[in-house]
């Protein structure tokens, strides 16, 4: 598996690189993805060239995030098609490659049944695999559009809930433009923040285990020039205690009916200081990622992770692809047992908002979310 994708090698491009994109050299289409298990030390693009090396890609969080995912299982969708391979086994294998972020299945299902209905129209599976590209790059471009109604609607309800700017925001996990075909999520709302001259601060909390914070999250945050400071999650805590947070902003991977937000875990603890301090905690998430199949909370699954990732520690902290294990450094007694979830459910009387690129849904019930997607439908 580790030979059907390469690095490029090229380290040392001090320019923005996207998380992702399409590219078709004279040896054949290629998906070209920023290596996220490398950041921050180097910027190294990873080169798919079929479904299975993304499915690694996508298991050994080279790429990530609810947004970045779904955009990832569409073109996954059209690389198997343009290049020839079985469609409806790459669309399967990719869906269920991590089964949190419903993006990934929705991306995937979309790019699928674009190939699938051109198929069945015309008979020519070259004109089926063009579909499944446009189906990606159109899912692709939605989600740069849907950042930046959600930067907008996320600044409008920071002015609203916190009149007089100056805001110091905690937020957890990454979720700006390494996940999305724009400036992502949580992260664009804080972005817009710093822009509009309102930002004081960017708490960014580390993110145990993977470090998707320090790695990923500082790296966007000093690349965007903005004032931020790094912490450990465990220490959220003081900081609320010491009134030093005016906002969480978090992203999502699965928002169910009910509104329960599934996000990388510890989210939900962070949900419980914001209530007990008097916090705002806001969800910033495409409509994408609302999923009205699943009733609640309890329907959503969590993905384990394996336990390798808490009782080593690996530089970068991601397991190299097809390894056993981390290959880091034991911190733990040989054979201990860990419990890994990579995500938590947050309740929804916990979220004061959730902010979309149709709007801002708050409180955050049942019917909200429903009408929410029903004008996103009727768009
Ligand atoms: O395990 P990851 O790194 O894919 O988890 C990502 C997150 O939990 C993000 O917060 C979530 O996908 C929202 S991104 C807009």
New binding site residues.
């Given amino acids: 598996m580790a030979d059907q994708y390469a690095h490029s090698g090229d380290t040392k491009r001090p320019t923005e690189i996207p998380a992702i994109r399409w590219e078709e050299p004279p040896e054949g289409p290629v998906l070209v993805l920023l290596d ?1 298990t490398r950041l921050p030390a180097e910027e190294v693009e990873l080169v798919c060239t079929d479904a299975s090396a993304l499915v690694e890609a996508i298991r050994s ?1 080279a790429v ?6 779904g955009i990832a299982g569409a073109y996954g969708v059209a690389l198997a098609a343009v290049r020839g391979f079985e469609v409806d086994d790459a669309a399967s294998a990719l869906k269920s490659a ?1 089964p ?2 419903v ?1 990934l299945a929705v991306g995937v299902r979309r790019a699928h049944s674009a190939y699938q209905e051109e198929l069945a129209r015309t008979g020519d599976p070259r004109q089926a695999a063009g579909a499944a590209l446009a189906a990606a790059r159109r899912l692709h471009q939605e989600d740069a559009e849907a950042s930046a109604r959600m930067a907008e609607h996320g600044l409008a309800l920071l002015s609203e809930l916190l009149p007089g700017g100056g805001h110091r925001i905690l937020t ?4 700006g433009s390494l ?2 075909g724009g400036q ?4 664009a709302v804080a972005l817009a923040a710093h822009r509009a001259g309102q930002l004081r601060r960017l708490w960014v909390d580390e ?1 145990r285990p ?1 470090l ?1 914070g320090a790695r ?1 999250t500082a790296y966007e945050a000093a690349r965007s020039g903005m004032a931020y400071t790094l912490l450990t999650d465990n220490a959220a805590g003081s900081l609320f205690a010491a009134g030093e947070v005016d906002a969480v902003l ?4 699965r928002i169910a009916a009910d509104g329960s937000v599934a ?2 875990v510890g ?1 939900y603890p962070l949900a419980v200081l914001a209530r007990y301090h008097h916090v705002p905690f806001i969800v ?2 495409p409509v994408t ?1 609302v999923d009205p199949d699943t009733p609640d909370g309890a329907s959503i699954e969590v ?1 384990q992770r394996p336990g390798h990732e808490i009782t080593e520690i690996t530089a970068p902290q991601v397991p190299v692809a097809g390894a056993e294990a981390g290959g880091g450094i034991p911190v733990a007694p040989l054979g201990t047992q860990a419990y890994n979830p ?2 938590d459910v947050t309740p929804p009387e916990l979220v004061t908002a959730i902010v979309t690129e149709e709007g801002v849904v708050s409180p955050v019930t049942a019917e909200g979310l429903a009408e929410l997607c029903a004008k996103a439908r009727s768009a």
């Fill in positions: 996220q969080l990530r995030g609810a947004p970045l995912l991590r949190t972020a993006n957890h996990c990454n979720t996940v999305s992502g999520t949580a992260f993110t993977l998707q990923l978090i992203g999502a991977d996000n990388k989210s910033v998430a990622t993905e990579a995500f």
